[in-house]
């Protein structure tokens, strides 16, 4: 019987590949058999643009988000709204809100989010440079836009905490029933708070 | 906006990871930042892998099946039956045969499965080969392991037509409700199939 891979050459790629997240070995071996089957340069491209992922990566000195140059984008452009801040998770977050149009503000990644079940602890985050950017006094708000779950929500109560020395307007994104959602079909937390955070008609 | 990503390596790591299949833009974006958050040898021993397993892979002579020496454990082996070949589409069925333990002949992996649709034509197989050891004439049986899907039984047909002009037995393995199913859920194509090919107790 064979409850081993029949190389060790593959057994290691599929050790190396379900290291990834959210990718088990049975994944991991149906890439490695497609990679196998695809011409040579796509492994070699693949491999390399992880390899410059990991070493050349750059992080903008102010808000943390990754960037080619010394300055990201977001900081060096001088067509922001320089006074609001929005602290986020990662990348991705920044990604999102950018692509809605609707937010001209600077950002803070925290590259991460405060997590004791998965061992990532306020000291990990990018805190203490998001304090001395607001103990600055250059910012007039500072926007929480972290995600409505348990980590976020720890994360939000820590900065908040944190952050109630200094005299800045603390916001946090509005949670809700999302647009185009059914009442019926909300769950009943995010329908009780949607009743408890109502926005009365002005 | 930023409709594209803040950084160039970030993009075409992005790029890279995205082709390999069931990975879209979204899911090779987390699987970057993930990377990024962990130590720098794991991208790097991830790297190496994949190079390896692209450039030094060999496969076995006989079987086709992804080997690290010569000829495969399987067909160096002096404990199989060598009267019986069974085809498979590639090393995944051979794992899942060998698993089982009920199975001790030898192996003949196509390397793929015929499929127009994806572009995959009986000349892109390891089907001449398989003509030739069929030829030979030391084999008593060829067991078609081809998955019961439309690539599947193509496939299986086509062999079957290849292989008539040879004196070899030819089976399938059997397809129908699988062990523990229920009789009531299966669909109506496995179903029909299990009766027209229902075993009569002898």
Same mark, same amino acid.
């Given at each position: 019987?064979? #409850?081993?891979?029949?190389?060790?050459?593959? $057994?290691?790629?599929?050790?190396?590949?379900?290291?990834?997240?959210?990718?088990?070995?049975?994944?991991?071996?149906?890439?490695?058999? #497609?990679?196998?089957?695809?011409? $040579?340069?796509?492994?070699?491209?693949?491999? #390399?643009?992880?390899?410059? =992922?990991?070493? $050349? &990566?750059?992080?903008?000195?102010?808000?943390?988000?990754?960037?080619?140059?010394?300055?990201?984008?977001?900081?060096?452009?001088?067509?922001?709204?320089?006074?609001?801040?929005?602290?986020?998770?990662?990348?991705?977050?920044?990604?999102?809100? $950018?692509?809605?149009?609707?937010?001209?503000? =600077?950002?803070?990644?925290?590259?991460?989010?405060?997590?004791?079940?998965?061992?990532?602890?306020?000291?990990?985050? #990018?805190?203490?440079?998001?304090?001395?950017?607001?103990?600055?006094?250059?910012?007039?708000?500072?926007?929480?836009?972290?995600?409505?779950?348990?980590?976020?929500?720890? &994360?939000?109560?820590?900065?908040?905490?944190?952050?109630?020395?200094?005299?800045?307007?603390?916001?946090?994104?509005?949670?809700?029933?999302?647009?185009?959602?059914?009442?019926?079909?909300?769950?009943?937390?995010?329908?009780?708070?949607?009743?408890?955070?109502?926005?009365?008609?002005?």
């Amino acid at each position: 019987m064979m #409850h081993t891979y029949p190389s060790r050459i593959i $057994e290691q790629a599929v050790e190396e590949i379900s290291k990834l997240p959210g990718i088990g070995k049975k994944s991991a071996l149906r890439l490695a058999l #497609h990679l196998l089957k695809r011409p $040579e340069t796509q492994s070699l491209q693949l491999a #390399h643009a992880l390899v410059q =992922l990991r070493t $050349e &990566t750059k992080f903008c000195p102010k808000c943390h988000m990754i960037s080619d140059g010394d300055l990201c984008g977001i900081c060096a452009s001088t067509k922001r709204d320089e006074k609001i801040l929005c602290v986020v998770e990662d990348l991705r977050d920044v990604m999102a809100i $950018e692509n809605t149009g609707q937010y001209t503000g =600077l950002y803070h990644v925290l590259g991460g989010i405060i997590s004791p079940l998965a061992g990532v602890s306020p000291s990990d985050l #990018h805190i203490d440079s998001l304090i001395q950017r607001i103990a600055s006094g250059e910012f007039d708000e500072v926007i929480l836009g972290l995600s409505p779950t348990m980590e976020g929500d720890t &994360t939000a109560f820590y900065l908040t905490k944190k952050l109630a020395e200094y005299s800045i307007k603390i916001s946090t994104i509005a949670r809700g029933i999302p647009i185009g959602g059914d009442l019926e079909y909300t769950d009943e937390i995010t329908l009780g708070r949607s009743i408890v955070g109502r926005v009365i008609y002005e």
